[in-house]
């Protein structure tokens, strides 16, 4: 699932860079970046119909890839206070010392002559297995949970709570680690 999930994300963000690129944005992560500052900016000055035409278009945008990347029909939405919940969870068993302790085993296993992509790899395998057992909990089971989650969270990409908690988590694996994200 992650895998799928990665190649979903390149096409997604090839075809963003693609498209912001006519609003006047550089074709970069730079641009990447400065479009979603602009786009976060305007969702918080307040629904207009042009807010809400530009989210009503993305949901459906997301909805058309999950479909066609997993076969599967996001249902439900996913409420601001369930997904950082759900995050925090997750962040929380990410630092804890036994997942770190064992997730340099796995990177370490691997050899002294493994690339950083198959580290970066091995890493994203064991974030996703505790996704696999937090997510239950909240009512999303197996790899299909997992993505209807992923779909419902990108409603919530822009929320300042949510970013930190998993910059931090994502910070402290990769000191852990010796990766840097």
């Known amino acids: 699932v ?3 999930w990665q190649s979903m994300m390149e096409i997604r963000i090839q075809t ?3 498209v912001i690129n006519a609003f006047g944005f550089e074709s970069s992560q730079h641009g990447m970046v400065a479009y979603r500052q602009t ?3 305007r ?3 307040g ?3 042009e807010t809400t035409a530009l989210q009503s278009l993305d949901k459906q945008i997301w909805s058309e890839l999950i479909r066609r990347s997993f076969n599967i029909s996001p249902t439900g939405d996913l409420t601001l206070p369930q997904a950082r919940q759900v995050i925090f969870m997750v962040a929380s068993k990410l630092q804890q010392s036994d997942f770190l302790k064992t997730l340099k085993t796995a990177i370490d296993l691997l050899g002294s002559d493994a690339s950083d992509v198959q580290k970066h790899t ?3 395998e064991s974030i996703l297995g505790v996704w696999l057992e937090v997510l239950p ?3 999303f089971e197996g790899e299909k949970g997992y993505v209807v989650f992923q779909a419902g969270l990108v409603d919530h990409s822009a929320d300042p709570e949510i970013a930190t908690i998993m910059q931090a988590a994502l910070m402290t694996l990769g000191v852990h680690t010796g990766l840097s994200r």
Request: charged residues 15%; proline residues 0%.
């Open 2 to 4: 992650q895998s799928k």
């Open 16 to 18: 963003e860079l693609h």
């Open 39 to 41: 786009m976060a900016h």
């Open 43 to 45: 969702m918080q000055q």
């Open 47 to 49: 629904a207009t119909g």
């Open 122 to 124: 091995r890493m994203q």
């Open 137 to 139: 909990s909240f009512g």
